[in-house]
């Protein structure tokens, strides 16, 4: 079981002069949810190396025990430090592919190519793609064989507006998760606010926000078993 995650390179919070990048509950989870069911996993990003981490997913108040693993275990950090360059890997060595969120990917990987033709070589091959609180952006430009969105007509769920009003960042965001993929024809649905909510429809699988890292990827194994 071979499983690819995506990370973002930007670390640029827009205009605000704040700093950004990947939300550390989401890849720490997932990593440790695919690590311990035995999977062999890639951690790859845009540029490559050390990907940038949302100074804010590293807060006391965003701790889990996740995380808590993740900063104890040095094998982890080193792995992280050295992603490979997205654009040199290719969909069909991979069973699947997992986006942790944060916002970095609304800037880099929702407009990366091989991002883009990533998903489409997933999918087209029968391949899981997962995404969760931010990273369902990446859905943004990727078109099924028919030329339509991927997301059109799928139960697809991702950061709501309402969590991005609360976080104070609506105007500062390049689009809203929830407002693109409903504007390119997913059914868009959620939960409750800061809630764990996940929703799989065919080899989509999209979480709402960090609460729903961990279960998008017991969601992903869930896929892969099947």
């Known amino acids: ?112 190519t091989a991002s883009i033709t990533l998903i489409e070589t997933m999918l087209a091959a029968g391949k899981p793609v997962a995404a969760v609180c931010h990273a369902p952006g990446v859905l943004r430009h990727p078109r099924a064989p028919n030329g339509n969105p991927i997301v059109q007509g799928k139960s697809v769920t991702g950061f709501t507006n309402s969590e991005e009003l609360a976080v104070g960042l609506s105007k500062v965001v390049p689009f809203l998760v929830e407002n693109m993929l409903r504007e390119h024809g997913g059914t868009y649905s959620k939960g409750a606010d800061w809630q764990p909510y996940v929703l799989t429809d065919g080899l989509l699988i999209t979480g709402q926000n960090p609460a729903s890292s961990a279960p998008a990827a017991q969601a992903l194994l869930q896929k892969l078993a099947a």
């Open 1 to 112: 079981m071979k499983i690819l995650m995506v990370l973002t390179s930007h670390d640029k919070l827009g205009e605000t002069g704040a700093k950004t990048g990947f939300w550390l509950e989401e890849f720490a989870a997932p990593y440790y949810i695919f690590k311990d069911a035995g999977a062999t996993l890639t951690l790859a990003s845009p540029l490559g190396g050390q990907p940038p981490l949302d100074p804010k997913s590293d807060d006391a108040a965003a701790q889990t025990e996740s995380t808590e693993r993740f900063k104890a275990d040095q094998t982890a950090q080193t792995e992280l430090a050295q992603t490979v360059k997205l654009n040199t890997l290719s969909g069909h060595d991979f069973d699947a592919v997992f986006y942790p969120g944060g916002h970095g990917p609304l800037w880099d990987l929702a407009e990366d």
